[in-house]
């Protein structure tokens, strides 16, 4: 198409239409909208351009990773890729497709039907320290341990007798200025108890187990986010923040079980507590502005650039609204009458 561009260029025809096969490149397309500024009338049409966009996001997660999601028709096969080459494919459910991505150089890109939708990553995240509070047991240690291992620089308050406590780190009142979020384990929980109101309402990120339900601010209705056989894990917004509660019992087990095929626990426990904590973690964003360039939405932005395809303006060109006269229908309906009266008369009946 380059070279065609560069031909209309010199010698600009005075119409042209163009049957694409893919979406032009943003350069290209910026090139059709300067044609048609300069007097061309420029069309186009395709059969086989979806509408497709991307976004990607960081996940509030020490571990980096970033979470992509795709817009684009149901069934079509999506290949995801960056700067280095194809990450993965997969073929979209719904209205798209979604994926978790441990790794990312400067840009994700989707391609669908030979387009590519290219969205970078647009922040970053600060991230702050986690408060873990219980009583001394196998709950609160692998919980503190699953964090720990994860990343996350944690303050715990592990209450092991009636006054008696031990303190890692420097455990104080919750609040957003220093922790991305709060983990009750049990009702001796005090700590979190008393300022989980304020403290979520002001942004924080609110985790409670199954000994711990009633610790924490109400708010809107409950998203079920996971479902087991012996309960669920819900979240629901109250104020700006978020609170997550786990209705099942003996979440550690999980951390020393070995079925469903797990091939190790311990890791797949870390994630699972990553994921329960980015879910409802506070975490500053700071704005990056991306080194490559980006076309989030590469069929939106044709659309913008010269309009809608001309098949989808003959269609509605081409519709055409028949109002029948009443005048019209009144004779039809004398006919019929008449027609009825003479079919009578021919037969012999009065």
Do not use: C
Request: aromatic share 6%.
């Amino acid at each position: 198409m380059h070279s065609a561009l560069a031909s209309w260029t010199i010698g600009a025809p005075s119409a042209l239409h163009v049957k694409l096969a893919s979406v032009p490149s943003p350069r290209e397309r910026d090139w059709l909208r300067a044609l048609s500024r300069a007097g061309t009338s420029v069309t186009w049409e395709s059969d086989h351009v979806p509408a497709t966009a991307t976004t990607v996001t960081r996940i509030i997660d020490p571990v980096p990773t970033w979470r992509a999601a795709v817009a684009t028709p149901q069934g079509s096969r999506v290949v995801l890729r960056d700067d280095l080459g194809v990450i993965d494919s997969a073929q979209a459910a719904n209205f798209g497709a979604r994926a978790v991505l441990p790794s990312l150089q400067q840009r994700l890109g989707a391609t669908v039907n030979g387009t590519t939708a290219w969205a970078a990553v647009r922040d970053s995240v600060v991230l702050k320290r986690l408060l873990v509070e219980g009583q001394a047991g196998w709950e609160t240690k692998f919980a503190i341990a699953a964090l720990q291992e994860r990343g996350w620089t944690v303050d715990a308050l592990t209450h092991v007798a009636p006054g008696v406590d031990v303190r890692e780190g420097a455990p104080a009142d919750p609040d957003t200025s220093r922790y991305a979020a709060v983990i009750a384990i049990d009702t001796s929980a005090t700590l979190i108890a008393q300022n989980a109101g304020p403290y979520v309402r002001s942004g924080g990120g609110l985790v409670t187990l199954h000994d711990a339900a009633g610790i924490g601010p109400a708010g809107s209705p409950a998203v079920v986010l996971e479902k087991r056989s012996n309960g669920t894990v819900t979240a629901y917004r109250s104020g700006q923040g978020r609170v997550l509660r786990v209705g099942y019992p003996d979440v550690w087990r999980n951390r020393v079980a070995d079925r469903d095929g797990i091939a190790d626990p311990m890791a797949a426990n870390r994630a699972w507590w990553g994921d329960i904590v980015a879910s409802v973690a506070h975490a500053p964003r700071i704005s990056v502005r991306p080194e490559r360039t980006i076309d989030p939405a590469p069929l939106a932005s044709l659309f913008d650039r010269i309009g809608a395809p001309s098949s989808a303006a003959r269609s509605v060109s081409t519709a055409r609204e028949y109002i029948v006269p009443t005048y019209l229908l009144f004779a039809m309906l004398i006919g019929a009458l008449l027609l009825e009266w003479a079919s009578r008369r021919f037969r012999g009946e009065r």
